[in-house]
């Protein structure tokens, strides 16, 4: 099938094969542009909370490097010029971040932690374009049932915790978990889907 130039697009810096899903969902076509492996190796891309960093900040701060980053492969590449839109998301629970496990005792550390608890979940959208950047921010609450340790330990065994922060995917297994959600399930996933269709109106980009 051919392509139509005419078709609105973005590029979504992202290697999230959910936040595709979900753009793909609201009938938005997007380019991937794929950053590296690992955020460290470039710098302003380095997810590491600073010291006292409020959660609010750290989350938007990092998705607007993300976009940030994009523009300018965008630049590098000489791609189509198109508005560039990144995400970051994290949880919260008692003041702390926390984001994806490093293995998988961490992740049964992290949702032994999250047992019979309430965290947040913090998504920050970020959309780049002509040398602005807008931001949206989306926060909800989940609250997990009581987990017992053997179904932790099943959960982690399926490797779907070891991409996702906070160690579970709630469009996966995890949703036997969710005892009760109160915001955005699709922020929950990645990619607040109303912030995201709102911020591109932004742009002119018509869904």
């Given at each position: ?10 590029h ?52 607007r ?41 961490d ?7 999250l ?19 807008e ?60 912030e ?7 742009y002119?980009?018509v869904?």
């Amino acid at each position: 099938m051919a392509i139509d130039l005419l078709q609105p697009r973005v590029h979504l810096a992202s290697r999230s094969p959910r936040r595709r899903e979900l753009l793909a969902q609201i009938g938005v076509a997007f380019d991937t542009i794929i950053l590296r492996d690992s955020p460290r190796a470039e710098p302003g891309l380095d997810e590491t909370p600073l010291p006292g960093e409020d959660p609010v900040a750290y989350v938007e701060r990092v998705a607007r490097n993300k976009a940030e980053h994009g523009c300018r492969i965008v630049q590098w590449r000489r791609l189509r010029a198109q508005p560039v839109l990144a995400a970051d998301t994290t949880l919260e629970l008692a003041g702390e971040l926390i984001g994806k496990p490093i293995d998988a005792a961490d992740a049964q550390a992290i949702l032994q932690r999250l047992s019979g608890k309430t965290h947040r979940v913090l998504t920050a959208v970020a959309v780049g374009f002509e040398s602005r950047i807008e931001l949206a921010l989306s926060i909800s609450e989940v609250r997990f049932r009581t987990l017992d340790e053997q179904e932790i330990r099943h959960y982690v065994a399926c490797g779907e915790p070891m991409d996702k922060a906070g160690g579970y995917g709630i469009q996966g297994r995890a949703a036997m978990f969710v005892e009760h959600l109160a915001g955005s399930y699709s922020g929950v996933m990645g990619l607040p889907l109303c912030e995201t269709a709102r911020l591109l109106k932004r742009y002119g980009y018509v869904l």
